[in-house]
């Protein structure tokens, strides 16, 4: 199924989407993307059903047929400040800031947003699922983050992080376990469930 290419024509609209918030480590990454408004491609869908090769695939081609785009991130210092939701719209402010065209309407993936931006938008949930813009950001982001996490992982090999990139996964939170969180890991998220921390 191919994905609807804008919610209203003859406008400029940039789709905007996060990965990682349910992570344990690692940013929150955003990107932004502006498609031309007659653009279409079959294979770009939500970056969660697409396999890591089809993602691959896709990303220069996003990138060579978009009109902008970009990827940002807020750190994990950001996240345990200002809590991962509040990160994840503070990643997607800056994809949407470092914008080479400015948009005149942002599609948001998910049920709300927030942001200092006078830009006005409309939040649409499982919308990586509906609009090609946000499917296109989800899998710029998804590539950008997953790439990032395996980098980490020749680093910190105990977490497993390039199979789970940072995801609550059962051989993440075994390393957790056995060598303790490090400076990739949020502190403001609970690394282990409780009946765990009772066993150490």
């Excluded at 940002?72 to 719209?89: H, P, R, T, W, Y």
Aim: proline share 4%; charged share 25%; hydrophobic share 40%.
């Amino acid at each position: 199924m191919t994905l609807k290419p804008f919610l209203e024509a003859n406008r400029i609209e940039a789709g905007c989407d996060e990965v990682g918030r349910g992570c344990l480590a690692g940013p929150v990454v955003a990107a932004a993307v502006i498609l031309p408004s007659d653009y279409s491609n079959q294979w770009i869908n939500d970056s969660k059903k697409l396999g890591k090769t089809q993602r691959e695939d896709l990303i220069e081609e996003i990138k060579a047929k978009a009109l902008a785009w970009k990827i940002a991130e807020a750190s994990v210092e950001e996240i345990d400040k200002i809590n991962i939701l509040n990160a994840s719209f503070l990643a997607m402010t800056r994809a949407i800031q470092g914008l080479k065209i400015s948009p005149e309407h942002l599609l948001i993936d998910g049920n709300r947003f927030k942001s200092d931006l006078k830009t006005p938008y409309t939040c649409v949930i499982k919308g990586d699922g509906k609009y090609a813009s946000i499917a296109a950001a989800s899998i710029l982001a998804k590539v950008h983050r997953d790439n990032f996490m395996e980098q980490l992982a020749e680093e910190f090999p105990q977490y497993g992080w390039e199979r789970n990139v940072g995801y609550p996964t059962k051989s993440h939170r075994e390393g957790i376990q056995e060598f303790g969180s490090c400076i990739w890991h949020r502190k403001s998220f609970r690394l282990l469930p409780k009946q765990l921390i009772l066993d150490l």
